[in-house]
């Protein structure tokens, strides 16, 4: 599997907030989720209850896609990643290091009990205009399509 420029690697882990847009019977949804990055596996992990609209969704439409930015009025600065992936909940030996790693970097999430999840990425397009004006890097899943998961 090809990996993405080290660059786009950066900005995520400097980042610990992403938004997840998901969609179902045509009405359009988004959340925001603490996450983790697993390198090894190209995937963000995050928890959240079985409970909310947005896992709700995700049990009709496992395809999503989301946001991570940096809030800046400075044009020069401006930097952001958007990215496109499937859900899956954790479970077995992947839940137990998932959580392992999730709770290193949020060790507060330990009062809660919920379920833990990743977002398997197919695509990012992160762009940086500290690399000039408008300048995109791309990275795409080599062997994946959103076909796959189509009826």
């Given at each position: 599997?090809s990996?993405?420029?080290t660059?786009?690697?950066?900005?995520?882990?400097?980042?610990?907030?992403?938004t997840m847009?998901t969609?179902?019977d045509?009405e359009?949804?988004c959340?925001?989720?603490?996450y983790?990055?697993?390198e090894d596996d190209?995937?963000?992990?995050?928890t959240?209850?079985k409970?909310?609209?947005h896992?709700?969704?995700?049990?009709?439409?496992?395809?999503?896609?989301?946001?991570?930015?940096?809030e800046t009025k400075?044009?020069g600065?401006?930097?952001?990643?958007?990215?496109?992936?499937?859900?899956?909940?954790l479970?077995?030996?992947?839940?137990?290091?998932?959580?392992?790693?999730?709770l290193k970097?949020?060790?507060y999430?330990?009062?809660?009990?919920?379920?833990?999840?990743?977002?398997?990425?197919s695509y990012?397009?992160?762009?940086?205009?500290?690399l000039?004006?408008g300048?995109?890097?791309?990275?795409?899943?080599?062997?994946?399509?959103?076909d796959?998961?189509k009826l």
């Amino acid at each position: 599997m090809s990996k993405p420029d080290t660059r786009v690697i950066e900005f995520i882990n400097e980042h610990h907030v992403l938004t997840m847009a998901t969609c179902f019977d045509e009405e359009p949804y988004c959340a925001n989720c603490f996450y983790v990055f697993s390198e090894d596996d190209n995937r963000f992990i995050f928890t959240s209850d079985k409970s909310t609209k947005h896992i709700k969704d995700t049990a009709h439409n496992i395809m999503v896609a989301g946001s991570i930015v940096l809030e800046t009025k400075t044009i020069g600065l401006i930097r952001g990643l958007q990215f496109q992936g499937y859900i899956t909940e954790l479970q077995g030996d992947e839940y137990k290091k998932a959580r392992k790693v999730y709770l290193k970097r949020f060790p507060y999430a330990i009062l809660k009990q919920t379920s833990m999840w990743a977002i398997d990425l197919s695509y990012m397009k992160f762009t940086d205009n500290r690399l000039g004006f408008g300048k995109k890097l791309i990275w795409k899943k080599n062997d994946f399509s959103f076909d796959m998961f189509k009826l």
